[in-house]
């Protein structure tokens, strides 16, 4: 099953890892010039305007809000250990990534919206009005996780220019097709492109976000260049990278892991340690750089921010809510 990986990712070598003390200067030197601010979720985003190019937005403002009260995940870690099947499922694929064109990137917003878009990334960032910097946990279904530092803004600012048509009950991504950029989608038998998709009030939920950097910089190919989602209360797979479209749909989807194997994969995939994987436990997980195991949160500790989301939900719809 393609979610195992038989590699030892702790042995990284120490010459691949770049000083966190570096990322840390930048946010004080952030903090002094007043960059930073503590505000309401998702108030405040980086003025485009004056920006010659997205690279210029790095590094972006930090919404105090979304902090975490554990340490960063060492960057090395972030940006070697991914998952990116496109490109095989081995962890030296953060290299094979790198033949990836991202730069123009056109996106396309469709189906039931008032105001369909085809524009380009850099146009997108700039109709928005900028990004921020969130700092998340991420807990893939495979038991390890990480904190880190997200750049993006979030996905409701979209939903409030495409304008969603009162019957859009979910929203659907999909990654880009290219078999030639990409070999893992030479394998035919995964069912490419990758896609996911959430409830539309999944969507307008402000911890919803849509990356385009991490660690205070543009987002490496790896880790889903120039734009992936990311869903923090959510099983990592639900976290789709380097989207080519989003449409708004009245039927469920059905993602890509839900299709290959729906008796371990749901369309839900909210974290829950008290419900296995049918080949292991999700009581706790591995921390990326760190020994040892800690305790695994419900909704990977967002339960705040969405719990309300589900009240009643797995009653009323009689099927799991996570996995
Ligand atoms: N998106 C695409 N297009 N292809 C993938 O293989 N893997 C998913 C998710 N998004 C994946 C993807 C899985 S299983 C996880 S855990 C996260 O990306 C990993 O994100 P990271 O590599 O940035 O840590």
Known sequence: MPFVHKKNIWSI????????????????????????????????????????????????????????????????YATTYTNFYEFG?????WRKAAKLQTKPWSLSIEGLVNNPLKIDVNDLI?????????????????????????AGFPLSKIIS?????SDAKFVKFETFYDPEVAPGQKQKWYPWP?????????????????????????????????????????????????????????????GMWERIAPNEYGFWANVNPNV????????????????????????NGYAEQVSSLYKNLESKLKEQLFK
């Open 13 to 76: 070598k120490d010459n691949l890892i770049t000083s966190e003390s570096i990322f840390e200067k930048r946010r004080e030197i952030l903090k002094k010039i007043g960059a930073s601010y503590l505000i309401l979720p998702g108030s405040f985003l980086f003025p485009y305007s004056a920006q010659a190019s997205t690279k210029s937005l790095y590094p972006p403002p930090i919404n105090e809000f979304y902090k975490v009260n554990r340490d960063l995940t060492n960057e090395s």
């Open 89 to 93: 499922s081995n962890k030296n694929i």
């Open 126 to 150: 700039k109709k928005i009005g900028g990004i921020e910097e969130r700092v998340y946990r991420f807990r893939c279904v495979e038991a390890w996780s990480m904190t880190v530092p997200w």
């Open 161 to 165: 220019l495409v304008e969603p048509k």
């Open 194 to 254: 990758y896609q996911e998709a959430i409830t539309i009030e999944e969507a307008k939920t402000d911890l919803s976000f849509m990356a385009t950097g991490i660690y205070g910089k543009e987002l490496p190919n790896q880790n889903g260049a120039p734009l992936r989602l990311v869903l923090p209360w959510k099983y990592g797979f639900k976290s789709i990278k380097s989207i080519v479209k989003i449409s708004f749909v009245n039927e469920r989807p059905i």
């Open 276 to 299: 296995p994987h049918p080949r292991w436990s999700q009581a706790t997980e591995q921390l990326l750089g760190l020994d040892g195991r800690i305790p695994t949160m419900i909704y």
